[in-house]
């Protein structure tokens, strides 16, 4: 009984690592051009877009205190200049970067 709930509590962690892989994957792909590879904002896409700064930031004081329901619901949806990724990202895969995302944040804001 040990070594099953040894195997089991060995694939749940592998498992883990590899869903954050896979998020730090997709961020790169879907996120990292507005949001910057640190989550603070990519400064090409504040005068491409006409935002500030803050605007692509995902690790600000505001962003963080925001629910992960919240995160959720405006990267399904899109928000302002933020599009849709509905049907481009799957629901499980969208909460596995929110949690990728708060994980940038530096360990002060957190």
Do not use: F
């Not at 790169?28 to 491409?48: I, L, P, R, S, T």
């Not at 799957?90 to 994980?103: F, H, N």
């Amino acid at each position: 009984m040990k070594r099953l709930s040894l195997l089991l509590g060995v694939l749940t962690l592998l498992a883990a690592v590899a869903g954050a892989e896979d998020a730090a994957k997709l961020y790169g792909a879907k996120c990292a051009g507005c949001h910057g590879k640190d989550g603070k904002g990519n400064a090409v896409m504040v005068k491409a877009l006409k935002v500030d700064l803050a605007a692509l930031s995902l690790v600000d004081a505001a962003s963080l205190a925001k629910k992960d329901e919240e995160w959720v619901k405006v990267t399904l949806d899109g928000q302002g200049k933020m599009p849709a990724q509905k049907g481009k990202i799957k629901d499980e895969d969208v909460k596995a970067l929110v949690a990728y995302v708060r994980g940038l944040a530096p360990k002060s804001a957190q």
